[in-house]
């Protein structure tokens, strides 16, 4: 591989991954753009990417109360539905209605609300299984058995949305919640299931793997003046589940967030 190609491609993998922690900031021209360019493994990542982080606060939604496997079923079977739904009719209505790139804001969020009106009628129409297709990647901490955790009232930052004001604790607190949400359902293994399924390269789905693995192990998050792991936190986050005395550890969460990726930015 180049140098410049390999270069562009690991910077590519770091901001995949913080992207992915986080279910706001979805990219209308990302999305625009690995619909038309299907064969270009780069824009089909980052389209996968934004249809996960659209289909999310709608399945948190329709699951509330359930088991977080099913959480994690209905993710998955909503983002293939959407990808076959408009790769199937790939010349169709979203093209005749965005001919060109949507580059200005309106066009944006046109594209964006239609997308995610398609993805709300897939998320009413499949039926999940309780349990999600498929083992979930050694990659992440691991899978939450049951529980409820329901961010409704939070009102997760949607790109629909107008801007709301939040002071820097809710803000830091409402983004560490869908984290730590993205961990329970192990959302990092449905993305990575998907890329194979749509035959993004080996290669790259590995090299996304390596380094989530590698910030997960050189980062531990602090808490109550100790650090933690990846099984630890887990075990941390269930019992503070249990009592319901979590809004500190969001922050936490976020704050570690916000260290690590200022740490590996490009």
């Excluded at 824009?43 to 934004?50: A, G, P, Y």
């Excluded at 990647?137 to 961010?151: E, H, M, Q, R």
């Excluded at 194979?196 to 590698?214: G, P, T, V």
């Amino acid at each position: 591989m180049h140098k410049a190609a390999g270069e562009r491609v690991d910077q590519f993998i770091r901001d995949l991954f913080f992207d992915l922690q986080t279910v706001d900031g979805v990219k209308p021209l990302e999305i625009w753009n690995g619909f038309r360019e299907s064969d270009d493994q780069l824009e089909r990542t980052s389209l996968i990417k934004n249809l996960y982080k659209i289909a999310l606060p709608l399945v948190n939604e329709h699951c509330a109360g359930r088991p977080f496997e099913v959480h994690a079923a209905k993710a998955y079977m909503t983002v293939a539905g959407v990808l076959a739904a408009v790769s199937t009719d790939s010349a169709g209505e979203l093209f005749e209605r965005f001919p060109d790139p949507p580059t200005n804001l309106e066009e944006q969020k046109a594209l964006y609300k239609v997308v995610k009106e398609k993805t709300a009628d897939i998320v009413a129409e499949v039926e999940s299984p309780d349990g999600m297709r498929g083992q979930p990647s050694d990659l992440s901490a691991g899978v939450f058995p049951d529980g409820l955790f329901d961010f409704r009232e939070m009102r997760i930052v949607d790109n629909e949305l107008p801007f709301i004001i939040f002071t820097d604790k809710e803000y830091r607190v409402i983004q560490g919640l869908a984290m730590v949400y993205c961990w329970l359902i192990d959302l990092e293994a449905l993305f990575l299931q998907t890329l194979a399924e749509n035959h993004i390269d080996k290669e790259l789905i590995e090299a996304y793997r390596q380094f989530s693995l590698r910030v997960h192990r050189e980062n531990a998050l602090l808490v109550e003046g100790g650090k933690m792991g990846s099984q630890e936190l887990i075990d941390y986050i269930r019992v503070k589940l249990q009592y319901q005395d979590y809004l500190d550890l969001f922050e936490k969460v976020y704050r570690w967030f916000e260290m690590v990726r200022e740490k590996y930015k490009g």
